[in-house]
């Protein structure tokens, strides 16, 4: 069974460039997190969403950062106009559902991560 | 607002020593709370999580932690470290709300060295 993929592995941009993190999740998983783990730091929450809906943004920058699950395809963790502060791990994990059949959470499998480097 | 704290962001242990490291957490309604583990340039993988019931979980690799309501805590345990145990450890807790999703609110981390 394949995990959940994340790519690229390593993205390096020049500030004020596109970057474009892709994660496709666990096959049918419906739900996905996006976290970042700044350097010596633990890892915030960014985004949670299904698919074609962003359930919980409250973790997100309120500018050039966007996030999406399309019906189709890879989640995508969009970042415009890149500065150096924006360099850390992108981390996106999933699940099947937020909560499982028994009652409590269903179990996050998470990404290798994308490192994002801004020059 | 939740939040988790780990104390000690460095633990060095001896090969064979107790692993102990420490986590508390702060909920204003009744956590679920987890313990994942990071190999360097990996993503995270589960340990262990307390939902309800039993207070004393256990998990992979040995591993086991306890939830003690009283002290708000989330220590996890290991009796005997083992070289492959090196890695980075994070302590993590969501809302035991289904309609608020399943985000985890992490600590800071606490990295494990173990020697031999």
Request: hydrophobic letters at 35%.
């Amino acid at each position: 069974n394949a995990g959940v993929m994340q790519n690229p592995r390593h993205l390096v941009r020049r500030r004020g460039q596109e970057a474009r993190l892709r994660c496709s999740p666990v096959k049918g998983h419906s739900h996905v997190y996006w976290y970042r783990q700044l350097p010596e730091e633990g890892l915030k929450f960014m985004v949670y969403l299904q698919k074609e809906n962003i359930i919980d943004e409250s973790g997100m920058p309120k500018e050039r950062f966007s996030a999406e699950f399309p019906k189709e395809g890879p989640s995508i963790l969009r970042i415009q106009q890149v500065v150096r502060g924006d360099s850390a791990a992108y981390f996106c994990a999933s699940s099947p559902e937020s909560y499982g059949l028994a009652g409590g959470p269903d179990e996050q499998f998470f990404g290798p991560g994308t490192r994002l480097t801004v020059l | 607002a939740q939040s988790v704290t780990q104390l000690g962001s460095h633990v060095s242990v001896s090969e064979g020593a107790l692993v102990l490291l420490r986590c508390n957490y702060s909920s204003s309604v009744p956590p679920y709370l987890f313990w994942y583990v990071q190999y360097p340039n990996q993503g995270l993988q589960l340990l262990l999580k307390y939902t309800t019931g039993a207070t004393l979980v256990k998990g992979i690799n040995g591993f086991e932690a306890e939830f003690k309501k009283s002290e708000t805590s989330f220590h996890l345990t290991k009796p005997s470290a083992h070289m492959s145990d090196a890695a980075e450890y994070f302590c993590a807790v969501s809302r035991g709300i289904e309609a608020a999703g399943n985000k985890l609110t992490f600590g800071g981390g606490t990295r494990v060295l173990v020697k031999p």
